[in-house]
């Protein structure tokens, strides 16, 4: 069997165990929403979490824009050996992509439902972000085969710019909530 057959094979196989995973999980997305409106319940999100929410996809679509721009413009000048890694780029895009989207959604409050009160909620991008340190630290030898710490580097600074950003709107609710006990 040649190379070509191989990985348009494996390329099959890929896109059918995504699918057969996505479908269960549309479907039973779809369900849950026609039940909501035989319940007449409200939407989760309300309309200003929406248009932030569509907004953080902007400001995310761009900050992989630049960042593919400048992995391009490494890669074509040679500077760096690791910029030939596809997987390296890709963990790092998706790092940034979720880096971004999470912190701009905590910001403006659009990442928990309405309905979510809890002070803690606004926390849970963390849980992401600690699985990705075991994916793409270089130092356990391959699990996922990253080439270089550029990956490990992103989660670190992904993960403290949530905190960051976590801490800063807990900050914000404090003292918004003492100016109103006033």
């Known amino acids: 069997m040649s190379e070509e057959t191989k990985t348009v ?9 995504a699918a057969a ?11 849950e929403m026609e039940e909501q409106k035989k319940r007449n319940e409200p939407p989760a999100y309300d309309e200003r979490q929406r248009i932030a ?30 910029t030939g890694s596809v997987l390296d780029m890709t963990l790092c895009a998706l790092l940034l992509a979720w880096g971004v989207w999470a912190s701009d959604c905590i910001l403006h409050d659009a990442l928990v439902t309405w309905k979510d009160k809890r002070r ?11 699985m990705l340190f075991f994916w793409t630290n270089p130092t356990n030898s391959g699990w996922v085969g990253c080439e270089s710490w550029l990956p490990f580097i992103f989660a670190c600074v992904n993960t403290m710019a949530l905190v960051i950003v976590i801490l800063y709107k807990a900050r914000k609710q404090k003292k918004a909530e003492i100016e109103d006990a006033l």
């Open 9 to 17: 094979i494996t390329v099959a196989l890929l896109v059918f165990a």
């Open 21 to 31: 995973w996505l479908w269960p999980l549309a479907l039973g997305v779809h369900l």
């Open 53 to 82: 929410r569509l907004r953080a996809g902007n400001h995310t679509l761009y900050a992989l824009l630049g960042f593919l721009l400048v992995w391009t413009v490494a890669d074509q000048f040679g500077w760096f050996e690791w």
């Open 120 to 130: 803690d909620a606004n926390a849970f991008p963390l849980i992401y972000c600690w």
